[in-house]
T-cell receptor, first 116, second 116 residues
């Protein structure tokens, strides 16, 4: 069974500072990995995804993530945070090409607060 | 292209009643998945429909059911509502992929269900 761990429930950073949100996954085969962001009262917006290939993926809003198979991690980074980045961030894993369809397993989320 | 739409956006029901939620996927998408989001359990997968057939199912009781129509629109139904069913119900759609591989899911804004 697949699982995702986001160790940080809350993170506070100052505007302009760099950001790294941690995500560790557990899955026997090659996973498909996603980062989504959710603003209060809203649905989930896709930031970026990793299916295969280059392990450093670029997303929207200046975010990037790096897939490290040896560490079972897929951490999200941004070099300079903007106040509008305050939201909840979710890491998710899918079964990939093993025929598991579109079932995603989500982490518990990291709430990001940005101080002005 | 219009995004995923969900109706209604807000719903208040009482215990024992039943409820039906609707989801219209992005045009051309044939896979629709449903998720339940609560503060205590986080984001949990309910089920996925592809070409009018349930392809995946999460660990929810039989009170939760769904269906998909020939135009890919989907409905989910919860019978005999319990207080614990209060949640944000999110629908996501994905483009068709052969072999049941995971693809990117695009989420709607959700339906907020409150059970009194």
């Amino acid at each position: 069974a697949q699982s995702v761990t986001q160790p940080d429930i809350h993170i506070t950073v100052s505007e302009g500072a760099s950001l790294e949100l941690r995500c560790n996954y557990s899955y026997g085969a090659t996973p498909y990995l996603f980062w989504y962001v959710q603003s209060p009262g809203q649905g989930l917006q896709l930031l970026l995804k990793y299916f295969s290939g280059d392990t450093l993926v670029q997303g929207i809003k200046g975010f990037e993530a790096e897939f490290k198979r040896s560490q079972s991690s897929f951490n999200l980074r941004k070099p300079s945070v903007h106040w509008s980045d305050a939201a909840e961030y979710f890491c998710a894993v899918g079964a990939g090409v093993t025929g598991g369809g579109n079932k995603l397993t989500f982490g518990t989320g990291t709430q990001l607060k940005v101080e002005l | 292209k219009a995004g995923v739409t969900q109706t209604p956006r807000y719903l208040i029901k009482t215990r024992g009643q039943q409820v039906t939620l609707s989801c219209s996927p992005i045009s051309g998408h044939r896979s629709v998945s449903w998720y339940q989001q609560t503060p205590g359990q986080g984001l949990q997968f309910l089920f996925e429909y592809f070409s009018e057939t349930q392809r995946n199912k999460g660990n929810f009781p039989g009170r939760f059911s769904g269906r998909q129509f020939s135009n890919s629109r989907s409905e989910m139904n919860v019978s005999t509502l319990e207080l614990g069913d209060s949640a944000l119900y999110l629908c996501a759609s994905s483009p068709p992929l052969a072999g049941g591989s995971t693809d990117t899911q695009y989420f709607g804004p959700g339906t907020r269900l409150t059970v009194l």
